[in-house]
T-cell receptor, first 118, second 112 residues
């Protein structure tokens, strides 16, 4: 089974609108971390936001928020007020702990290509 | 400051060449990583150094040889590569293996 699933290969959004990028995960480890990264065409992976499995509140960082639904094992990224510069590939990633033998490695989803239009 | 630097930005090499990729961070991070990324795919972990010791090698072919000379530097030595090794090579670092990884801009490698 896939540990991280991103079901939207591509998304379009109008400038200034909000957009939600989906991410579901699968782990039996009670201690894990969820990350979102942005990768523009230049190639650099830019860290956006982090949610720990024990965090009670949803993480927010500026225009980015993470809609964390633990029971559903989902960690969707919400980008508010989209800008042209948000056009990029977005990766969801999970770090599992020692319990599952994950060795604290990051497992990435397949990514969602977001295009912001005028 | 969350800057990780990588050199060179681009590299073209023949299958008989020896070259090295370099990664540097001055954030005091004690974990450093090499990833390989093919076009339109997620990054794949290659190596992890934790406190300057190799802690994870994801069964990478021996033509890739990592080196961590000190806590700020990470090298990837390349020898006798194949055309299928052409990819974006990303370096990352984190405070420790459980913390957020910060990536460098990558080296685009083309093997002819």
């Amino acid at each position: 089974a896939q540990k991280i699933t991103q079901t939207q290969p591509g998304m379009f959004v109008q400038e200034k609108e909000a957009v939600t990028l989906d991410c579901t995960y699968d782990t039996s480890d009670p201690s894990y971390g969820l990350f979102w990264y942005k990768q523009p065409s230049s190639g650099e992976m830019i860290f956006l936001i982090y949610q720990g499995s024990y965090d009670q509140q949803n993480a927010t960082e500026g225009r980015y928020s993470l809609n964390f639904q633990k029971a559903r094992k989902s960690a969707n990224l919400v980008i508010s007020a989209s800008q042209l510069g948000d056009s990029a590939m977005y990766f969801c990633a999970m770090r599992e702990g020692a319990l599952t033998g994950g060795g604290n490695k990051l497992t990435f989803g397949t990514g969602t290509q977001l295009k912001v239009e005028l | 400051d969350t800057e990780v630097t990588q050199t060179p930005k681009h590299l073209v090499m023949g299958m008989t060449n020896k070259k090295s990729l370099k990664c540097e961070q001055h954030m005091g991070h004690r974990a450093m990583y090499w990833y390989k990324q093919k076009a339109k795919k997620p990054p794949e972990l290659m190596f992890v150094y934790s406190y300057e010791k190799l802690s994870i090698n994801e069964s990478v072919p021996s033509r890739f040889s990592p080196e961590c000379p000190n806590s700020s530097l990470l090298n990837l030595h390349l020898h006798a590569l194949q055309p299928e090794d052409s990819a974006l090579y990303l370096c990352a670092s984190s405070q420790n293996p459980r913390e957020t990884q910060y990536f460098g801009p990558g080296t685009r490698l083309l093997v002819l």
